[in-house]
């Protein structure tokens, strides 16, 4: 009997499945967020305008490009 419920019960489960029909299914990435901060004095590179964030390049090693 319980073999038989714990059956019906997968069943059911699988059965329900709709491959993301009603909800969307996509997340978009999640943030990406860090801090430079100077490791003999603890201030933060950017907030201290040591550097500019508008002068940062992100380059992909593998392509070349930005």
Request: proline share 5%; glycine share 2%.
């Amino acid at each position: 009997m319980i073999k038989l419920l714990l059956s019906a019960l997968l069943l059911f489960s699988l059965a329900s499945c709709d491959n993301c029909t009603d909800i969307a299914c996509t997340t978009p990435p999640a943030e990406f967020t860090f801090q430079l901060i100077n490791e003999d004095t603890g201030l933060d590179l950017f907030l201290d305008s040591i550097y500019s964030p508008e002068k940062i390049e992100i380059i992909n090693i593998f392509t070349q490009k930005k």
